[in-house]
């Protein structure tokens, strides 16, 4: 079935950096637009980032431009999100995502914090 596994999050200072990670399998990845988005507590879950089946095409939340970078790798079949300069509000639970599936997976927890 299809499968979206999140890692890499962790508590890092702000200003710090954080790659997460996402492993999948069920699907033909290589034929999917991944997105990334992120639920803070008390909020609900918002679109941080999407990269086109060729990786040529990125798309951003404003909030993240310039900081986060979201890359794929097809023959791995994973999805990067590379998170810079973070700051307190960049804390959530980050999730991936294909865009044809209604699938979530468990999330990876990122806290930002000194």
């Known amino acids: 079935q299809v499968q979206f596994v999140e890692s890499g999050g962790g508590l890092v200072q702000p200003g710090g950096s954080l790659t997460l990670s996402c492993t999948t399998s069920?699907?033909?990845?290589?034929?999917?637009?991944m997105k990334w988005y992120r639920q803070a507590p008390g909020q609900e879950r918002e679109f941080v980032a999407r990269?086109?089946?060729?990786?040529?095409?990125?798309d951003y939340a404003e909030s993240v431009k310039g900081r986060f970078s979201i890359s794929r790798n097809n023959a791995r079949k994973m999805s990067f999100l590379q998170m810079n300069s973070l700051k307190p509000e960049n804390t959530a639970v980050y999730y991936c995502?294909?865009?044809?599936?209604?699938?979530w997976g468990q999330g990876t927890q990122v806290a930002v914090d000194s």
């Open positions: 995502k294909g865009d044809k599936y209604a699938t």
């Open positions: 069920g699907f033909i990845f290589g034929n999917v637009v």
């Open positions: 990269i086109d089946t060729t990786g040529r095409r990125k």
